[in-house]
C-alpha cells in the first residue's frame, strides 16, 4: 500500500517518534532517510512511502496517533 503524508497536524510533534515510526513502517527505509523525509513532512511538504499491506490497520491508527494526515494512492 502506498500512502502519501500531507501533513503533521501536532501542537509539538515528535521528530524522534514519526523518524523512528517511518522506519518501521516503510519498506527499504534507512534511519537517515526516514529523518530526512520527516524534515521533510514537518517542514508542509508531502511525503510518499510504501507499507507492507499486512500493516495496514496498525499503520493508519499510529498516523491518526501522531496527529499525521495521510491519502492512501493505492
Known amino acids: 500500500m502506498?500512502?502519501?503524508l500531507l501533513s503533521c497536524d501536532a501542537i509539538r510533534p515528535d521528530r524522534?517518534?514519526?523518524a523512528k515510526f517511518i522506519e518501521e513502517v516503510?519498506?527499504?527505509m534507512s534511519a537517515?532517510?526516514?529523518q530526512e523525509l520527516t524534515d521533510i513532512l514537518l517542514e508542509g511538504d508531502?511525503?510518499?512511502i510504501e507499507v507492507a499491506d499486512k500493516n495496514s490497520g496498525?499503520?493508519?491508527r499510529s498516523l491518526r496517533?501522531?496527529?499525521i494526515d495521510y491519502e492512501i494512492i493505492e
Open 58 to 60: 496498525s499503520v493508519l
Open 2 to 4: 502506498k500512502l502519501n
Open 32 to 34: 537517515s532517510l526516514a
Open 46 to 48: 508531502a511525503v510518499d
Open 16 to 18: 524522534r517518534a514519526i
Open 65 to 67: 496517533k501522531l496527529s
Open 26 to 28: 516503510a519498506t527499504s
